[in-house]
C-alpha cells in the first residue's frame, strides 16, 4: 500500500515563493513517476508537473513552465516542488499523485493520491 502526504502549503503575496512536498511510504514510491496536479474552485484538476523515477525526465504544464521546478530524493522518498513567482491564478488546492499506469500522456495514469495541500496567493 502506498501513502503519499503532502506538506509546505500557505498563504503568500504574488511574486512570492513556496516549496512544497510530498512524502510517500513504501518502495513503489521510488519506483515510479510522481506527478502534482492542482485544483481551483469551481474547476477540474489540472495537471501541473512530473517527474520519472530516476529524475531524468521532467515535465510541466505551459502554464507553470519556467516558475516551476520538480525534484526528488529516492532516499528520504520526497518529491519537492519549487514554486517561484506565484501568481493569483496559482491558487489551489495541490496533490501529488504516484502514476500506476504508464501507457499515454504524462497526465494519465496515477492511481495513488494524497489528500492535498493549499496554496493561496494573494494579489
Known amino acids: 500500500q502506498v501513502q503519499l502526504v503532502e506538506s509546505g502549503g500557505g498563504l503568500v503575496q504574488a511574486g512570492g515563493s513556496l516549496r512544497l512536498f510530498c512524502t510517500g511510504s513504501?518502495?513503489?514510491?521510488?519506483?515510479?513517476?510522481i506527478g502534482w496536479f492542482r485544483q481551483a474552485p469551481g474547476k477540474e484538476r489540472e495537471f501541473v508537473s512530473a517527474i520519472t523515477r530516476n529524475g531524468d525526465n521532467t515535465y510541466y504544464a505551459d502554464s507553470v513552465k519556467g516558475r516551476f521546478t520538480i525534484s526528488r530524493d529516492n532516499v528520504k522518498n520526497t518529491v519537492a516542488l519549487q514554486m517561484n513567482s506565484l501568481k493569483p491564478e496559482d491558487t489551489a488546492v495541490y496533490y501529488c499523485?504516484?502514476?500506476?499506469?504508464?501507457?499515454?500522456?504524462?497526465?494519465?495514469?496515477?492511481?495513488?493520491w494524497g489528500q492535498g495541500t493549499q496554496v493561496t496567493v494573494s494579489s
Open positions: 499523485a504516484l502514476r500506476t499506469n504508464t501507457v499515454g500522456k504524462i497526465n494519465l495514469g496515477y492511481g495513488y
Open positions: 513504501g518502495r513503489a514510491f521510488s519506483s515510479n513517476t
